[in-house]
């Protein structure tokens, strides 16, 4: 297990070499990471190629938390190599800006990952609808493989598609499909939609 966060401050011009090498030492034979921590390490588009390196060579990789980072440009290729990764249970993109094409990237990159269980996507997207509930329908579709369990999302991102997705979650029931197990952060008086009653804010 390897934590870095907050580890890596401005005054290391090269922290991208750092990582480079550290990455190249973990994927010998000999070495296996299961863990790794980068989050708040201010990491940016020019490291994203490391990160991939990563994703596709460590096959004993089971968590990955990028919090507070920047994945903007790269992301296809991120996602190209979720899509070969094995291993993966968790993945955290708290507060990582991610635009609605990334947030479609990263759908299809889910859509077949068997392993992946919790993903955290807090801060990471407005996610104004119809593209949350896209996103949900695309990686818990009936064809999909993935064994995805637990979505960790914030209010803001939750309460514009909620109509829809409560709709979704009784078409998957009529059908029998498992349902969709959200978890929701920031959630304050202010930030409820008018129409719930305080029984449904409660719930």
């Not at 070495?31 to 990563?54: C, K």
């Not at 990159?109 to 996103?135: D, E, M, R, V, Y």
Request: net charge negative.
């Amino acid at each position: 297990d390897l934590f870095l966060a907050n580890n890596f401050n401005s005054i290391i011009i090269n922290k991208y070499l750092v990582l480079k090498y550290l990455i190249e030492c973990l994927c010998e034979k000999d070495r296996s990471l299961n863990i790794l921590d980068i989050s708040v390490a201010g990491f940016t588009e020019q490291h994203i190629y490391h990160r991939v390196l990563l994703l596709v060579h460590s096959h004993s990789l089971q968590e990955l938390n990028l919090s507070f980072n920047s994945l903007s440009t790269g992301f296809a290729l991120f996602c190209s190599a979720l899509k070969m990764n094995k291993s993966l249970t968790d993945l955290d993109f708290m507060e990582v800006p991610l635009s609605d094409d990334d947030i479609l990237l990263l759908a299809d990159a889910l859509h077949q990952h068997s392993k992946l269980s919790t993903l955290g996507l807090f801060g990471a997207n407005s996610f104004q609808s119809p593209i949350f509930l896209w996103f949900l329908q695309k990686v818990f579709c009936a064809s999909s493989r993935s064994c995805l369990s637990k979505v960790e999302v914030d209010s803001v991102q939750y309460y514009p598609a909620m109509p829809q997705l409560e709709s979704y979650q009784a078409s998957r029931q009529q059908n029998d499909r498992p349902q969709i197990h959200l978890k929701i952060y920031n959630v304050c008086a202010d930030a409820l939609p008018a129409f719930m009653t305080e029984q449904e804010a409660t719930k």
